[in-house]
T-cell receptor, first 112, second 113 residues
Framework: DAGITQSPRHKVTETGTPVTLRCHQT?????MYWYRQDPGHGLRLIHY???????DKGEVSDGYSVSRSKTEDFLLTLESATSSQTSVYFC???????????FGSGTRLTVV | DAKTTQPTSMDCAEGRAANLPCNHS???????VYWYRQIHSQGPQYIIH???NNETNEMASLIITEDRKSSTLILPHATLRDTAVYYC??????????????FGPGTSLSVIP
């Protein structure tokens, strides 16, 4: 695979606390993405990045921020976690060839 | 980017072919059709992609209509492990700017013993 690692794999946090999820890739891919997945909604794009310090909003960006200070890491921050942000979060990269995208294994976040 | 439409759910008997349709009537000339699947709790997995010719690999076959407005993913001998959500998306693979990848809700395929 494209060497994508998401951390943590599971996290429980309290409402109102900040949370940062990390996506790490080892193959110098330019494009990286954060999605959330909830029952009945499929995959929804939160933010994406097309290079170091170049990021843009997706479909459901409210309450989230991202940073990409180096190629290999794309961080997703929940500024003040709410129960509605309980979800499974997936990171993805765009492959260089035409074979599309590779996804990480996901982070299951529970906000209590 | 072109939008896709897929049925919400489908059933298929184990051992039979599963045919999953996708409509993409606004596809442009440079856009490929990609299929992914997501088995419960795992990240989506690439299956196959194509531009206009039919494609086959070890996982599936992809049939694209001549006008490219629709396609069908074929799992030739469905097994219980093929139970998953299948996503069809259209993308321009070498797009270099603002590649905002949107997935729809996909088709939930249930393979029945």
């Amino acid at each position: 695979d494209a060497g994508i690692t998401q951390s943590p794999r599971h996290k429980v946090t309290e409402t109102g606390t900040p949370v940062t999820l990390r996506c790490h890739q080892t193959e110098n891919h330019r494009y990286m993405y954060w999605y959330r997945q909830d029952p009945g909604h499929g995959l929804r794009l939160i933010h994406y990045s097309y290079g170091v310090k170049d990021t843009d909003k997706g479909e459901v960006s409210d309450g989230y921020s991202v940073s990409r200070s180096k190629t290999e890491d794309f961080l997703l921050t929940l500024e003040s976690a709410t129960s509605s942000q309980t979800s499974v979060y997936f990171c993805a990269i765009k492959n260089r060839d035409s074979a599309g995208y590779t996804f990480g294994s996901g982070t299951r976040l529970t906000v209590v | 980017d072109a939008k896709t439409t897929q049925p919400t759910s489908m059933d298929c008997a184990e051992g039979r072919a599963a045919n999953l349709p996708c409509n993409h009537s606004t596809i442009s000339g440079n856009e490929y059709v990609y299929w992914y699947r997501q088995i419960h709790s795992q990240g989506p997995q690439y299956i196959i992609h194509g531009l206009k010719n039919n494609e086959t690999n070890e996982m599936a076959s992809l049939i694209i209509t001549e006008d490219r407005k629709s396609s069908t993913l074929i799992l030739p001998h469905a097994t219980l492990r093929d139970t998953a959500v299948y996503y069809c998306i259209v993308r321009e693979p070498m797009k270099t700017s603002y590649d905002k990848v949107i997935f729809g809700p996909g088709t939930s395929l249930s393979v029945i013993p």
